[in-house]
C-alpha cells in the first residue's frame, strides 16, 4: 500500500499490573519520547502534559525529532443527565492545542471508570443497552463536537469497550445521529474485535469520515474464553486480551485495506496493557508498521 502516517499512543508506560492506567506512574515526557523514537516510532499521540503550553510542548517534540498525532479527549456529562456536556471547556482547550501543533482531527470518547457496569460486568458485550440512553448520548456527542469544530478541529469518535459506545450498533447509531460535518470516526480495531463488531462492514461504511485508527492485535484465545466467561474488563485485559500488531490473531491488513489509499489517515498503535516491558511492545509495534507502511512515519 501506499505510505500512511503512523504513530504510537505510548500507553502501555502507564498501564497497571491491574488492568487500569495510572498517567502519573510512566516516565517524564523527555524520556518518553527518547524511548519511542529509540523505539522506531517518530510521531507520538498529542498529550501534552497538564499546565503545559502547546508552544512548549511542540519545542519538546522538535527537539526529539517526534511528530504529533492526533491525540485523545473524553467527554463527560453531569451524573444523571447524559446530554448534559460538563467539560466543554476542558475540550476546547484540547482543540485549540490540536490546532496550535497543526493537527486537524481528535478521537473523542466517553470516559471510563472503576465501577462502570460494563467495566466491572460482561464487558465488550453490550450489558444494559438502553436505547432512551444512546438519545441522549446524541446530544452529549453534539454539543462536545461543537466545541471541538469552533476551534477549526474534527472530532473523531471513538467507541470503546467499557463505555456506553462500545458495540458496532451503539457506534453507527452516533455517527448516524452527529451530523457529517461535525464528527468524523475513530475506531479502534482491537475494542471493536472486542465488542464483536463486523470491522470490515462498519469500516467500509463510514470510511470518508475515518481520520484516525487505533491499532492493535488480540489474543483470540483469551478473548473467546473471557467472552465465554462474561468476563469484566480488568480480568479480561490481565489474562493477556492484548498484542502488539502483527503478534495476536486479527487480520489487521486486511481491515486497513477497506481505507482509501489516497485519504489521509493516522494509524496509532496503542496496545493499552502488555505484560512484557513496554519498550518491548512498542520495538515490536514498530517494526509491523514498518513492514506494513514502508519506511518511518
Not at 496496545?271 to 508498521?289: G, I, L, Q, Y
Request: hydrophobic share 40%.
Amino acid at each position: 500500500m501506499s505510505a500512511r502516517m503512523w504513530a504510537i499512543n505510548p500507553i502501555q508506560w502507564f498501564a497497571t499490573p491491574d488492568g487500569w492506567l495510572d498517567p502519573t506512574s510512566g516516565p517524564e515526557l523527555p524520556a518518553l519520547l527518547e524511548e519511542i523514537k529509540r523505539a522506531g516510532f517518530d510521531a507520538m499521540h498529542a498529550a501534552a502534559p497538564g499546565g503545559m503550553a502547546a508552544g512548549e510542548y511542540a519545542e519538546l517534540l522538535a527537539q526529539a525529532n517526534v511528530r504529533p498525532a492526533p491525540g485523545y479527549m473524553t467527554v463527560l456529562h453531569d451524573d444523571g443527565n447524559e446530554s448534559a456536556l460538563s467539560n466543554s471547556d476542558d475540550l476546547k482547550r484540547a482543540a485549540a492545542t490540536h490546532a496550535e501543533l497543526g493537527l486537524s482531527d481528535m478521537f473523542v470518547a466517553l470516559k471510563m471508570h472503576r465501577d462502570h457496569p460494563r467495566v466491572a460486568e460482561h464487558a465488550g458485550q453490550g450489558y444494559l443497552a438502553d436505547h432512551a440512553r444512546l438519545s441522549r448520548l446524541v446530544e452529549l456527542f453534539a454539543r462536545a463536537a461543537d466545541c471541538v469544530v469552533t476551534e477549526g478541529v474534527r472530532p473523531l469518535l471513538h467507541p470503546h469497550v467499557g463505555t456506553w459506545i462500545e458495540t458496532e450498533s451503539e457506534t453507527r447509531y452516533i455517527l448516524d445521529h452527529v451530523p457529517l460535518e461535525a464528527m468524523g470516526f475513530g475506531p479502534d480495531l482491537g475494542h471493536l474485535t472486542w465488542s464483536g463488531a463486523d470491522i470490515p462492514s462498519l469500516l467500509h461504511t463510514y470510511a470518508d469520515r475515518i481520520g484516525a485508527v487505533h491499532i492493535k492485535d488480540i489474543n483470540l484465545s483469551v478473548l473467546e474464553s473471557c467472552r465465554r466467561a462474561s468476563a469484566p474488563y480488568r480480568a479480561t485485559v490481565t489474562q493477556g486480551l492484548w498484542a502488539p500488531p502483527g503478534k495476536g490473531g486479527l487480520p489487521l491488513a486486511e481491515y486497513l485495506s477497506a481505507l482509501s489509499a489516497d485519504k489521509p489517515v493516522w494509524l496509532i498503535s496503542e496496545v493499552d496493557w502488555v505484560a512484557e516491558d513496554p519498550f518491548s511492545a512498542a520495538r515490536a509495534s514498530a517494526e509491523w508498521f514498518q513492514s506494513y507502511c514502508g519506511g518511518r512515519t
